[in-house]
């Protein structure tokens, strides 16, 4: 593909992120801000919305667990995350709690997609160079 | 090789999936959720370097809710209802690890008070790590690091409210001797002496480092 080509998909990505969210577009191309070529800047763009992504999923949750239990001592290991919000008086611990790490949606294959995407994109990158 | 309309068709299939898995939960959005995800992978690098590089030994205290973690969308004081990292080192117990505590600021007790009577009084830390058997809104002396955390680009205004933070749990010093042996400082620029870090996603905190460094306090780009 040509880095006209690349400019097409930088745009066609950049709507996809802008009608999910501002804040996500913004952080995205902060990221890829300083690679002058569309095609680099597609990828970091890429890597970013997918790092985003995987954060914000029942993956993304129970990888973090998963390293912080590594550096664990003792029995006792975290199973669950979960959120108190904040009009949830401190001592209460009830049904208004959320379980991140249950309830988060399952976007693993979201991810492997937009990895999959990556990979391409930087093989033809490589072939190009 | 793919052209270019089988990567946007890739790309639009990608995207439409992650608009059609939105969260179950009503209570908090996606974006909030990638936060509070981004504080425990924060939580595991700090575990991970206190370990390895300060030969401490962490343990989970289980709150009411069993093996939960549980981060609080609101902060608040140290409530031992709720789970937290108890930290040893040589077989004493020295410290504890809490998120989303609020401290103490050293505004509120050089005014004389005995505990928070006004807003300006209390700032959250998404991680800290206190004294052993701290009670309530840790006091600036009672605490040995402070963590923030932010899965957003960067904003300048990120790093003022960061040195806000340093200057209400310090004031500017000779370096002094922190309770740590090598990470993450030995020494600081504060008294009481605790260290602060701040990781983010955005790898231009980088740019923004000299200032901070100068108060004792370290940015650091932390991605998963």
């Known amino acids: 593909m040509k880095e006209n080509d690349y400019q097409e998909l930088v745009q066609h990505v950049q709507e996809w992120t802008r009608r999910i969210s501002e804040d996500l577009d913004e952080q995205a191309a902060v990221s890829a801000r300083h690679h002058e070529l569309p095609s680099r800047f597609l990828l970091t763009y890429l890597e970013t919305v997918t790092q985003r992504f995987r954060l914000e999923s029942r993956d993304g949750a129970r990888s973090a667990l998963d390293r912080l239990n590594e550096s664990l001592s003792g029995e006792g290991r975290v199973t669950d995350l979960i959120v108190i919000p904040s009009e949830v008086e401190a001592e209460v611990w009830d049904e208004e709690v959320v379980s991140l790490s249950r309830d988060l949606p399952d976007r693993s294959k979201v991810v492997e997609q937009l990895q999959d995407i990556i990979r391409t994109i930087r093989r033809d990158i490589e072939r190009q160079s | ?224």
């Open chain 2, 1 to 224: 090789m793919s052209s270019l309309d089988d990567l946007k068709t890739a790309i639009d299939q990608a995207f439409t999936a992650y608009v059609r898995h939105s969260p179950t939960s009503s209570s908090i959005t996606g974006s909030e959720a990638g936060g509070k995800v981004y504080e425990v992978f924060a939580l595991g690098k700090v575990a991970e370097r206190l370990t390895c590089r300060e030969g401490m030994r962490l343990e989970f205290v289980q709150g009411q809710g069993g093996g939960a973690l549980a981060m609080k969308a609101g902060g608040g004081p140290i409530n031992r209802n709720f789970p937290h990292l108890r930290v040893e080192k040589n077989g004493s117990t020295v410290a504890e690890l809490w998120t989303d505590v609020e401290f103490q600021t050293l505004s509120c007790i050089a005014r004389g008070n005995t505990s928070p009577s006004c807003l300006s009084h209390t700032h959250e830390l998404d991680v800290v790590m206190v004294d052993s058997k701290t009670k309530g809104y840790p006091q600036p002396k009672q605490i040995w690091l402070a963590v923030e955390c932010k899965n957003t680009a960067f904003r300048k205004e990120q790093l003022r409210a960061l040195l806000g933070i340093r200057r209400e749990l310090s004031l500017l010093q000779e370096k002094e001797r922190t309770q740590f042996d090598n990470w993450p400082d030995r020494y600081v620029p504060a008294s009481p002496p605790s260290s602060l870090i701040f990781f983010s996603v955005d790898p231009r905190v980088h740019r923004y480092t000299e200032g901070p460094g100068f108060f004792g306090v370290h940015l650091e780009h932390l991605v998963p």
